[in-house]
DNA sequence: GTATTTATGATAAATTTTTAACTGACGGTA
DNA sequence: TACCGTCAGTTAAAAATTTATCATAAATAC
């Protein structure tokens, strides 16, 4: 597969391709142009020729992109046959939804363990992942390739936490907590779900909706003053 | 406040700001510049001042930012300040992971109440937010201002929930099932948490680093069988 | 079998976003 | 109180991203 340098804003999209070629797959659908496309996912046909092109030749002219020719192209580029490994630390309520609800092998991952803290918790399973204590964290590193480690431990424990972790050969987090741990001048990637981030965008786009409405309503209000 | 059309990558970064303010603070740190700032999120200072000055003029010349002063401004311009209130639908794990941890009125958000349809749920509580029927939902709608629905129930259910909640006066929703809900020509907004498109942006940035290792190595066996 | 339509991939243009440069205000200091 | 250095806000340049255009290949219709 060609791979030159892509631009962040297209690595982003792919995953939304992925997820509305299955869609479609299941809709039946077996073939699909740029334009149908763009149409489903509000982009330009541009765009999504563009996009694609970063990684090689996957359409035909005439004819379009076959659904499930596409979907197992883009599941390569993001690296879905590659069997990455997880582990998961901090069973909590995050980490209990995660392991619960999140289908790790659906999207290539091995889930391999959890580590916890509460003995409770310790020696039990989770849909069949088994949850060691976290002092068993450096030995089961030693002995496993462990490509990304799922980090929903409480804010307070993250940084320390996440020092164990690359000490021991973690290069990847999925990260959970609400704590910034990207280092600009670490080579380890972190890749966060920050809730409170999403949130606040919502929160910034309700009100400048707010705003713009009661603009529109202020100048309809004069305008009527106007008239009489 | 100063609201030009501020771009999405701009909007993207508040959030991030907001948090980093709320660090220094706590470390103590009162004024900050826009070069130290940069440093410590990995941005340019050039592009620190003009995010802000789409707001306004939050900083003195010779001085830098007043770390609590910007941070207020940063809240203001996210809407932090406007007591915008949700409500919560389907106490799963994921639901039941936010009433429990995510502090929805840190972040000027009030969440009224949780919505389920498992009756061994309804009538309780968690974190002091009652969890009511389904079947009430669309009376609580008719008699509450609701700027948001969290929306955390089971994937099959996502469309269906979405159409009773903008057939009763639902605006926005912060979207938790991996349904693309966003539909191009409607005027909902949508926030998404795609937790599956988060795992696969990271999983394509470990494939990519992989490749280069890998690529590297190559390189320099080449050159060592050219030495002999 | 030929003509016509469809729709890609490549290239070029337009737009957006980011970075750099500049001006001048303010704070610190002697 | 006058000087010097710092650093915000603004403007301009550069870079990156998105969109439009074009040439052409394949599919379909006749």
Redo the contacts with the bound molecule.
């Keep these: 597969m060609k791979r030159v340098k892509v ?4 690595i982003r999209r792919i995953p939304r391709y992925l997820r509305k070629l299955d869609e479609l797959a299941e809709a039946g659908v077996t073939r699909i ?3 149908d496309l763009g149409q489903q996912l509000g ?5 999504i ?2 996009d ?2 970063c990684f090689g ?9 076959n659904v499930a020719a596409l979907r197992e192209q883009v599941a390569s580029i993001l690296g879905m046959d590659r069997g990455f490994t997880a582990i998961l630390i901090g069973v909590g309520n995050i980490g209990r939804a995660l392991m619960d609800n999140f289908c790790f092998s659906e999207w290539g991952f091995h889930l391999l363990s959890a580590f916890e803290v509460n003995p409770d918790l310790i020696g039990t399973e989770l849909s069949g992942v088994s949850i060691r204590s976290m002092d068993e964290l450096e030995s089961f590193l030693a002995e496993h390739k462990v490509d990304v480690a799922v980090l929903s431990v409480p804010k307070e424990a993250a940084l320390r936490v996440t020092e164990r972790l690359t000490k021991n050969g973690i290069r990847a987090i999925w990260n959970f907590t609400n704590v910034e741990l990207t280092d600009p001048n670490s080579s380890i990637l972190v890749e966060n779900v920050h809730f409170s981030d999403s949130l606040l965008s919502l929160s910034y786009f309700i009100s400048e909706r707010k705003d713009e409405e009661a603009a529109r309503a202020a100048r309809a209000e004069r305008l009527a003053g106007a008239d009489k």
Tied chains: 1, 2.
């Excluded at 996957?58 to 379009?64: A, P, T």
């Design positions: 631009s962040n804003n297209v142009s740029s334009f982009l330009t046909p541009s765009q020729r563009q694609f092109s030749e996957f359409g035909q002219q005439g004819y379009g992109y």
